[in-house]
C-alpha cells in the first residue's frame, strides 16, 4: 500500500500539534507561535491539495481540543449472499451504508444507525470485521485529517429498501457484480475482504 504523501503527512501533524498546543498553552506568547505553525500546516495543504488556502486555513481553525483520529463506521451486512450497497447522492457511487460516528454513540448503534438512515433497514451490529487506517487503503480523494474505519458485520432485522436525503438507490450484489464505488468511502479489496469474512465467520478483527 502506498504510504500518504510527505506534504500531507507533515501538515497533518503540524495541524495536531498546533491544536493541542492551543488548548493546553496559557501564554499568550505560545498562542501566537501554536497559531503560526497551525497557519504553515494551512499552507502546506493547501499547495499540496491545489485547494484554496482560506477553506483549509478554516477546517483547521474549527478543530479544537485534542487531536484524535475521526472515526467513520461502515454497515456490512448480506441478504442471500449478496452484499448491502447504497449510492451516494454526493457523487453518485456506490458504498456500505455508514459515516462518521456521533458523539454519545457506540460504534454498533453509530452503525445501525447509519444503516437505517441510508438504506430503510433496521439492523442487529454483531461483529467488528476490521479497523483500517484509512491513509493506508487507496481512498481517493486524500483527506485533511487521520481517518480510521470501522468495518461492522450487521444481521439486517427488518424493514425495506429506501433511499434517503443522503442516498439515490439501495441494492445487494453479488461479489462478481459489484457496480462502481465510491473510492472516497469504500475500496474494492475492502468489498472483497468483506465477503472472506462472510466465508470464513471465525476470522478475528482485521487490523492495520
Excluded at 164 to 190: C, H, K
Aim: proline share 7%.
Amino acid at each position: 500500500m502506498p504510504p500518504s504523501p510527505q506534504w500531507l503527512e507533515w501538515s497533518r501533524k503540524l495541524q495536531a500539534i498546533a491544536q493541542n498546543g492551543l488548548l493546553f498553552t496559557r501564554d499568550p506568547y505560545d498562542r501566537e507561535r501554536y497559531e503560526a505553525i497551525r497557519a504553515i500546516a494551512a499552507g502546506i495543504m493547501s499547495a499540496g491539495a491545489g485547494e484554496p488556502l482560506e477553506v483549509v486555513a478554516g477546517l483547521f481553525s474549527g478543530q479544537v481540543g485534542y487531536a484524535t483520529p475521526k472515526v467513520d463506521v461502515r454497515g456490512v451486512a448480506f441478504r442471500d449472499d449478496k452484499i448491502l450497497l447504497v449510492r451516494e447522492s454526493q457523487d453518485g457511487l456506490w458504498t456500505l451504508p455508514g459515516g462518521w460516528a456521533d458523539p454519545n454513540e457506540s460504534p454498533s448503534e453509530s452503525v445501525t444507525r447509519e444503516v437505517f438512515e441510508e438504506s430503510g433497514f433496521q439492523s442487529r451490529a454483531t461483529k467488528l470485521l476490521a479497523v483500517f487506517d484509512r491513509a493506508k487503503h487507496h481512498h481517493l480523494p486524500l483527506h485533511p485529517f487521520h481517518v480510521y474505519k470501522l468495518f461492522i458485520r450487521c444481521e439486517i432485522q427488518s424493514g425495506e429498501a429506501k433511499p434517503s436525503l443522503e442516498t439515490l438507490e439501495v441494492g445487494f450484489f453479488a461479489e462478481n457484480s459489484i457496480p462502481d464505488l465510491s473510492i472516497a468511502r469504500v475500496t474494492p479489496g475492502q468489498i472483497a475482504r468483506c465477503f472472506q469474512h462472510l466465508r470464513h465467520p471465525e476470522w478475528s478483527t482485521d487490523f492495520d
